[in-house]
Every structure is written in C-alpha cells, then in structure tokens.
C-alpha cells in the first residue's frame, strides 16, 4: 500500500485550474497545466509564472547562537550574514557528501531555513539532533511557500507593496502583500528575478488569486520548473547532487567562503571538512559540467559518457531540450580530465553516439536583479 500523497493549500486551485497532478516528494503537485510545458517555460522568460513550492519544508532557528550553531553543519559562513541577507549552503556528511542543498535568510532574531521537500522530515531531524542544544529549531508546517519568476515578476508584486522593488538579488524582508503578511526573499530557482513568498497557509490561495488576476501572471507546474532551473545550469537534489558527491565535485566551490576554508579564521568544523578541503587543495577525480549537443536527440538523466574510443567517462544526471536555448542540454559528471569547456564527448542514446560538448553554465544567460 503506497503512503497517501500530501496536499499543499493549493491543491484545490491546481485542480481548478485544471492542472495535471504527480506524486513528488510525497506531494500531489502540478507537473503542468493545459497551457503546456513549452509555453509555460517560454511565459516564465517573457513575462511572469507562479509557482507553487509549499511542498518544500520551512523552519526558523532561534536564538543568539543559531548562527554559528549551522556552521557546525554547512561548510558556509553563517556567522557573517547580514541581517536580511540569503546564502545557499549545504548539509555535509562525514564523507563530505551533500546531505541536502538549502537557502538560508538571516532575520531579526532567527535564521529562516529553506530545505527540499523529500529531504524535509530527515533534514528537520538533523537539525533538531545536532542544534537543540544551541538553539530552537521550530518548523512551519502551517506556512506555504509561493515563487513569483520571471522578468515581470516584480512589476506585478509592485502592485500588491512598492517596497518590494527595493529588494535585490539574495535578499529579503517581512511585507504586507495587498494586506496578507509575508515574508520574502528574492530569489528562486529559474535564472530569472523573482521572490519566493512565504505566507500563512490558510491565506495561500487569496494570495495566490490576487496574483493571478494579474494578466503579466499563469501558474507553471513543475515540468517548465525543472526546465527552467536546467537552462540556468542550478542543480536539484537527488539527480545532480545527492549522498554520493561532494561540493567539490558538484563544482559548488562558489558556495564555501574562505573564512570556513582551511586557513580561514572558522575553517572546519563541520561534517567531512577534512574530505572537502582536501578536494579543494588538490582536486576531485570528477566534476559536474554542463554539456549542450548540436543534434536534435534528447540526452536524458542515466545516458552514459564515453570519449572517442568509446571508453566511459561519465554520466547525465539531468537533461532535457532547453526550450530557450533550442538544443538539448545536460548536467553530468565526467572524469576530471574531460570536464575542460569545449571538450567534445559522447552520450548513449539508444545505442547511438550522440555529440555533446562541454559547456559553461547556465546554458542561458541569468537574469537576478543586483540592483
């Protein structure tokens, strides 16, 4: 007997909507709506998509010491985040594998946390296991979580509270949205400017409808989401990092400040930091690259890599057509001696050889607002 799938506070508007629902991450989520795939990842680029992402799983650490209490977890300065600043960071292991990828808000008294919806439970876990002690650690199962992307994104919010024009790229701040409290942060997980919204489960759907009757505004599924995030070269966990990499072979060194690197004034201190400065200093035996072919044949997530000689090199771990870029494009992890851009290599598709290069990421140029 399959677990029954939970719902967000959107669900009854999905279906209103008429969107087609699947199962992911234990939710019943929107893959797509009647407008389609295509043209909901071409809306999000041109104009403005609503997202729901409540199935995600939200919580504040609380208290004076939460902020150097994380660092003992993640391989990122927390101590030195500004107040409504935002950072990536990532739940290490003692292999220096990615446990989880999250986002990180610093507000007034607390840090907001954001961590993927089918690592949610075993994430809240770890960090009531390993912070209680130094801080609360108070999940929001009654907050919803909507993403507003796409160029036209703030013109709309605009409407709803000026203020929010103001914000730039990895920042955020409490405000009301046309008299509904939220907190959001700018950012999301499309390569274009956006927010991420957060707000009370129980006036979700009203904030979701004042959105919507926007004309620049269509609601995206997660088909166009997973698109999109692949054309902006951003990873999503259990495909292209997962228990089995490390931040080093994810190429997400961007990601792990000097201050917690070896010789830096907080380095270490967190799980497999022996493992991860090691990689940093001397190198991985693999890397995570992009990869764009000239034909028409999709690559999907499992094609294996080889070189000239038909000797394997590597795996896809996403891919897809990119419907902006117009080619298909892949993320994969390839041998160390491959991953150099411009490098000409070969996936497996049904037996053929199909032609890939290595290529820079994203596949199509970012749009953050940084002010």
């Not at 507000?107 to 961590?115: G, I, K, N, S, T």
Request: proline share 5%; aromatic share 6%; charged share 20%.
């Amino acid at each position: 007997m399959s677990a029954v799938l939970k719902k967000t506070p959107l669900h009854a508007l999905h279906l209103e909507l008429g969107a087609k629902m699947v199962p992911f991450g234990g939710y019943d989520m929107p893959v797509q709506y009647p407008m389609g795939l295509m043209a909901e990842h071409k809306h999000t680029r041109a104009a403005c998509g609503l997202f729901d992402v409540s199935h995600m799983g939200q919580v504040l650490l609380i208290g004076a010491g939460a902020d150097a209490a994380l660092e003992t977890l993640v391989p990122v300065d927390i101590v030195d985040l500004g107040v409504n600043k935002q950072r990536y960071a990532l739940f290490t292991d003692d292999k220096g594998c990615i446990l989880d990828d999250l986002m990180v808000c610093r507000r007034e008294h607390e840090l907001f946390v954001v961590v993927n919806a089918g690592c949610k439970d075993q994430d809240i876990a770890h960090m009531q296991r390993h912070l209680s002690d130094k801080c609360e650690v108070r999940p929001l199962p009654d907050q919803a979580l909507l993403a507003l992307q796409g160029p036209k994104a703030v013109t709309v919010l605009s409407r709803l509270n000026p203020g929010v024009a103001q914000l730039v790229f990895m920042t955020g701040g409490f405000f009301e949205l046309d008299g509904i409290p939220t907190f959001l942060t700018r950012s999301g997980y499309t390569g274009e400017d956006g927010y991420e919204i957060s707000v009370a489960a129980d006036q979700a759907e009203a904030l979701a409808r004042k959105l919507l009757a926007h004309e620049e505004v269509k609601p995206i599924g997660l088909g166009a989401r997973d698109s999109l995030r692949l054309e902006a070269g951003l990873c999503l966990y259990g495909h292209d990092i997962d228990a089995t990499t490390t931040p080093v072979e994810a190429s997400l060194t961007w990601a792990i400040q000097k201050v917690r690197r070896s010789g830096g004034a907080r380095a270490g201190g967190y799980p497999g930091a022996s493992v991860i400065d090691r990689q940093l200093a001397e190198g991985a035996s693999r890397k995570r690259v992009g990869l764009v072919s000239s034909e028409r044949m999709p690559v999907r997530e499992g094609s294996k890599l080889v070189d000239a000689d038909g000797t394997e090199i590597g795996i896809v771990t996403s891919g897809t057509v990119g419907p902006t870029v117009g080619k298909p494009i892949a993320l994969a992890y390839i041998g160390a001696a491959f991953a150099k851009a411009g490098t000409e290599v070969f996936a497996i598709v049904r037996d053929k050889r199909t032609p890939m290069t290595v290529s820079p990421t994203p596949f199509t140029p970012n749009n953050y607002f940084r002010g």
